[in-house]
């Protein structure tokens, strides 16, 4: 008999904004991992999770770190890279979680579903003081990823950080000149309480500062660095944005520059150019920026729907030239001439939706309503979402298979192998907090009507793991993909305390197949932790 533990779930945040203000082992054959603080690692590497005191606006509190940085560090492999990362929970600040497990953002996990660290989805969380080695080979994918805890609300204190998948033969690689670690851009929230504390609190979470790549301001505080994107004049340079907060989307600029989007989410797409980028919690974009301004310094700027001032130095970076001086810029916005438009982003890799191209004839049709309860979660079908005592893996394993044998009940889909899968999100207001960025784990989906829009493309739609279910009644966010990849995949929304308030559900995909191909490889250090101390 395994004995597990069972998550307990904070309560956490929705309507009403509040502001907080702080006045107070497998077989396989791998290289030895390292296990050193640099702010990037490779796809053989050591994940030491612990806490510290850090200040990157200039507000001390202790968080939760990889290899003592804020943001975790960059992971860089090749295409087809084995990946084998040891994880080490060494946290021992009760006032945050204990816990935790590390998901793999955009993944795939291609019969590697034990190693999505998806907690009590597909593992139980390390305790204290155990280790789990995630090993998985991200077959024929590359791109802009990142990685975070799935435990509760953890990653909002911290464990959050990129991973890039390169690609020695892009297709794209003739549109840019520059692309390494300098050219990675992260943006993400802040808060100087810890996400346990704010879990208590039924409000929208404002939170306390915007950094870009780990650094920022808040109101009232010290003039902290800003960070620095340096550039020569006349490259081209590929910048990879990720959004790895826990609650606001971004509206991403360059004072004076145009971007061209190249990459969508891990999915290369015919050039687009724009002056700005809307983009949601866990969305990736490359975009290619040409040095072709005066030597100067030019404002980086990364407004939030929750703060969209630039006052004192908030919500900023600096793009600097080679050559301009060491000084804050004094470059005005915009011009902001060509539109962001989501339906215009077209795959240039096998591109078009599977299934018939008709909304409502996939083989698996569903209509997935969002909403809020009279105990304020939220839900999905009038379901919300909370942690089942045994991973839903293990269960497949242990032999439930039908919807009827799964926990949580009302929140598993099992969905036939080898079919076209259609799910629809109408009505997103219902749900407050809008707009819901909903990712699938295990895939990207095929976005045939997007957000703003009655219209429907089956034949080039843009292609992504994470979209917007939109902002308005009329929408109706519909997406497609193939049942090729057997296991339990979460769906949920990416803004944290929304995911840990209910709004999720699991895709149990092909559960026969699932277990048959996962019980021979699954590795022992997984069973392990389902077992308690």
Same mark, same amino acid.
């Given at each position: 008999?395994?004995?597990?533990?069972?998550?307990?779930?904070?309560?956490?945040?929705?309507?009403?904004?509040?502001?907080?203000?702080?006045?107070?082992?497998?077989?396989?054959?791998?290289?030895?991992?390292?296990?050193?603080?640099?702010?990037?690692?490779?796809?053989?590497?050591?994940?030491?999770?612990?806490?510290?005191?850090?200040?990157?606006?200039?507000?001390?509190?202790?968080?939760?770190?990889?290899?003592?940085?804020?943001?975790?560090?960059?992971?860089?492999?090749?295409?087809?890279?084995?990946?084998?990362?040891?994880?080490?929970?060494?946290?021992?600040?009760?006032?945050?979680?204990?816990?935790?497990?590390?998901?793999?953002?955009?993944?795939?996990?291609?019969?590697?579903?034990?190693?999505?660290?998806?907690?009590?989805?597909?593992?139980?969380?390390?305790?204290?003081?155990?280790?789990?080695?995630?090993?998985?080979?991200?077959?024929?994918?590359?791109?802009?990823?990142?990685?975070?805890?799935?435990?509760?609300?953890?990653?909002?204190?911290?464990?959050?950080?990129?991973?890039?998948?390169?690609?020695?033969?892009?297709?794209?690689?003739?549109?840019?000149?520059?692309?390494?670690?300098?050219?990675?851009?992260?943006?993400?929230?802040?808060?100087?309480?810890? @996400? $346990?504390?704010?879990?208590? /609190?039924? =409000?929208?979470?404002?939170?306390? %500062? #915007?950094?870009?790549? !780990?650094?920022?301001?808040?109101?009232?505080?010290?003039?902290?660095?800003?960070?620095?994107?340096?550039?020569?004049?006349?490259?081209?340079?590929?910048?990879?944005?990720?959004?790895?907060?826990?609650?606001?989307?971004?509206?991403?600029?360059?004072?004076?520059?145009?971007?061209?989007?190249?990459?969508?989410?891990?999915?290369?797409?015919?050039?687009?150019?724009?002056?700005?980028?809307?983009?949601?919690?866990?969305?990736?974009?490359?975009?290619?920026?040409?040095?072709?301004? @005066? $030597?100067?310094?030019?404002? /980086?700027? =990364?407004?939030?729907?929750?703060? %969209? #001032?630039?006052?004192? !130095?908030?919500?900023?970076?600096?793009?600097?030239?080679?050559?301009?001086?060491?000084?804050?810029?004094?470059?005005?916005?915009?011009?902001?001439?060509?539109?962001?438009?989501?339906?215009?982003?077209?795959?240039?890799?096998?591109?078009?939706?599977?299934?018939?191209?008709?909304?409502?004839?996939?083989?698996?049709?569903?209509?997935?309503?969002?909403?809020?309860?009279?105990?304020?979660?939220?839900?999905?079908?009038?379901?919300?979402?909370?942690?089942?005592?045994?991973?839903?893996?293990?269960?497949?394993?242990?032999?439930?298979?039908?919807?009827?044998?799964?926990?949580?009940?009302?929140?598993?889909?099992?969905?036939?192998?080898?079919?076209?899968?259609?799910?629809?999100?109408?009505?997103?207001?219902?749900?407050?907090?809008?707009?819901?960025?909903?990712?699938?784990?295990?895939?990207?989906?095929?976005?045939?009507?997007?957000?703003?829009?009655?219209?429907?493309?089956?034949?080039?739609?843009?292609?992504?793991?994470?979209?917007?279910?939109?902002?308005?009644?009329?929408?109706?966010?519909?997406?497609?993909?193939?049942?090729?990849?057997?296991?339990?995949?979460?769906?949920?929304?990416?803004?944290?305390?929304?995911?840990?308030?209910?709004?999720?559900?699991?895709?149990?995909?092909?559960?026969?197949?699932?277990?048959?191909?996962?019980?021979?490889?699954?590795?022992?250090?997984?069973?392990?932790?389902?077992?308690?101390?």
């Amino acid at each position: 008999m395994v004995s597990v533990s069972i998550l307990a779930f904070a309560l956490l945040t929705i309507p009403n904004a509040l502001s907080i203000s702080m006045t107070s082992s497998s077989t396989t054959s791998l290289p030895a991992p390292t296990a050193t603080p640099a702010s990037v690692l490779g796809p053989v590497s050591q994940l030491n999770i612990g806490n510290n005191y850090i200040a990157p606006d200039g507000y001390n509190r202790s968080a939760v770190l990889v290899n003592g940085i804020f943001p975790a560090p960059l992971i860089k492999a090749n295409k087809n890279d084995p990946f084998a990362v040891k994880i080490v929970n060494e946290l021992t600040d009760n006032t945050m979680p204990l816990e935790t497990s590390v998901h793999w953002h955009g993944l795939f996990q291609h019969k590697s579903n034990w190693a999505d660290g998806a907690s009590y989805v597909t593992q139980c969380p390390l305790h204290p003081d155990e280790a789990f080695t995630a090993q998985f080979t991200a077959t024929d994918q590359s791109g802009t990823y990142w990685y975070h805890s799935h435990y509760s609300t953890q990653y909002c204190d911290g464990l959050r950080g990129p991973l890039v998948i390169y690609d020695p033969e892009d297709p794209l690689a003739s549109l840019y000149d520059v692309d390494d670690e300098n050219t990675v851009i992260t943006l993400s929230d802040w808060y100087h309480l810890s @996400s $346990v504390e704010l879990g208590t /609190i039924f =409000a929208q979470m404002i939170p306390n %500062s #915007t950094l870009i790549n !780990g650094r920022g301001r808040y109101p009232g505080g010290p003039s902290t660095p800003l960070s620095v994107i340096n550039v020569k004049p006349g490259l081209r340079y590929r910048f990879r944005l990720i959004n790895l907060a826990c609650d606001p989307s971004f509206n991403f600029t360059i004072d004076s520059h145009r971007m061209t989007i190249i990459e969508v989410d891990g999915n290369e797409v015919d050039p687009v150019a724009v002056d700005s980028i809307p983009i949601l919690v866990g969305q990736r974009y490359s975009v290619v920026v040409t040095a072709n301004q @005066s $030597v100067g310094n030019y404002w /980086i700027r =990364a407004s939030t729907h929750l703060s %969209s #001032t630039f006052d004192g !130095g908030q919500n900023l970076a600096i793009l600097r030239y080679e050559g301009a001086p060491d000084e804050d810029p004094a470059s005005t916005a915009g011009p902001y001439e060509l539109s962001f438009n989501e339906g215009n982003l077209h795959p240039i890799v096998n591109p078009g939706a599977p299934g018939i191209p008709e909304i409502g004839k996939a083989d698996v049709n569903i209509q997935l309503a969002v909403a809020i309860n009279s105990s304020r979660y939220f839900t999905f079908n009038h379901v919300s979402y909370a942690s089942p005592p045994v991973p839903v893996l293990l269960q497949i394993l242990s032999g439930a298979q039908p919807a009827s044998q799964l926990l949580p009940n009302g929140s598993v889909y099992v969905l036939p192998l080898n079919q076209t899968i259609e799910i629809s999100f109408p009505n997103p207001t219902r749900a407050p907090g809008f707009p819901h960025p909903i990712h699938l784990h295990g895939h990207t989906f095929d976005v045939v009507r997007v957000s703003g829009s009655n219209a429907t493309n089956f034949v080039n739609p843009v292609r992504r793991d994470v979209v917007s279910i939109g902002s308005s009644a009329t929408d109706n966010v519909t997406i497609r993909f193939s049942t090729d990849n057997p296991g339990p995949w979460f769906l949920h929304c990416h803004i944290n305390w929304h995911l840990n308030h209910g709004l999720a559900a699991v895709m149990a995909e092909a559960p026969a197949q699932a277990a048959q191909e996962l019980a021979p490889v699954i590795p022992a250090d997984w069973n392990q932790l389902c077992t308690e101390a």
